[in-house]
Structure formats: C-alpha cells, structure tokens
C-alpha cells in the first residue's frame, strides 16, 4: 500500500473517531479493496456450495465496524485489525449456523494456512478453531490476536506488529507458537 493512501487511512480515521460522520462514508470507498483482499482470502470462488459471497462478509464486517461504540482507531493497521476479528466472528456465526443445520459428518483435517474456506463443509473447523481460539485467549491474549490478524485479517508480521506494539521477531514467535499449539488443541482426542 503507498504511504500516502496509508496516511488517508489514517486521517479518515481519527476524523472518524472524532465523531466525523462523513469521514466514514470517505473512508468505506478508501477500504473497499483491502477488505475485500481479506474477505476473497477466505471465501475461494473455487469452493462448491458456499452460500456466502465476499460481498456480504465485507458489508457485515463493515456494518460491525461501524456500529461500534467506541471508534478510537489508531492506525490503518489497528483498523484493519479489528476488521479481521469481525470477519472472524462473522465467519464463525456463520459456520455455527451451517453446523445446526448439518449435525453429523466426519470433521476433515485442516491446516492453518492462511486461504481457509468458508463452506458447509468447512463449518466444523471453523467452529473448532474459533473454540480453540478463545482457550488460546485465556492462555495469552496478544498470540489469539496474532492468529486473528493474520489468519483472518491477511495481515503480515510489520503491520501486526505495529498493531500490537511489539517487535516484528516477537509477531513471529507468537504466530509460530500459535500454529503449534492451536492444532494440537483442535486434534487432540
């Protein structure tokens, strides 16, 4: 991203948390992309029997981030982040509702690489992840966020860490550890 598209972002922002209405209705056209970056990550055009598009999860995302209470965003960054963990939490409705409609079934092995897909098929390993997630949480707060910026959001390691305010080396640790430790707890008998 240019620095001064970057800089937009940011200036929109803080006109937005300031309380500036129109800045969100600038800043919408600004993110589309980025956020429809994200969304596509996840929702593969090549995946049957998806009935979500990238369109609603990047409108629902949105709507989520606009209806917050509190709007302190203090970089392009840390906006991106919280839209990573709305579309988590999107996401995860969403295959909790595909899993009450489809009880039953074998639960495939995933892998966290970053381009998991949203489909009935993927509905229990989503549901799963997000359960491992908040144990993970409970154990170390900052390495669920990692995962969620990451695995979610499409974040790399500099824009996380600036996000977290921490090293980029320490970002990959807890991106590292993270992984590990999230698969063994989604596995385990």
């Not at 963990?85 to 079934?105: F, L, N, P």
């Amino acid at each position: 991203m240019i620095e001064g598209r970057a800089d937009q972002i940011t200036l929109l922002l803080s006109r937005w948390s300031g309380g500036d209405k129109a800045a969100m209705d600038e800043l919408m056209p600004v993110v589309y992309d980025e956020l429809r970056r994200m969304a596509r990550r996840h929702l593969s055009s090549r995946e049957q029997g998806r009935t979500i598009q990238t369109t609603e999860l990047i409108h629902e995302a949105y709507l989520k981030l606009a209806g917050k209470k509190e709007k302190d965003w203090q970089n392009r960054e840390h906006f991106f982040g919280v839209a990573a963990q709305a579309m988590r939490h999107i996401m995860v409705d969403y295959a909790r509702s595909k899993r009450s409609e489809k009880r039953g079934g074998h639960a495939q092995r995933i892998t966290l690489a970053e381009n998991l897909i949203t489909s009935h098929q993927r509905s229990r390993e989503i549901v799963d992840l997000d359960d491992a997630l908040l144990r993970l949480a409970e154990l170390d707060e900052r390495k669920c966020r990692v995962v969620e910026m990451k695995f979610f959001g499409g974040l790399n390691f500099e824009e996380i860490a600036r996000v977290l305010g921490v090293s980029v080396i320490t970002v990959k640790r807890d991106w590292s550890f993270a992984k590990s430790w999230l698969l063994r707890e989604m596995y385990r008998e």
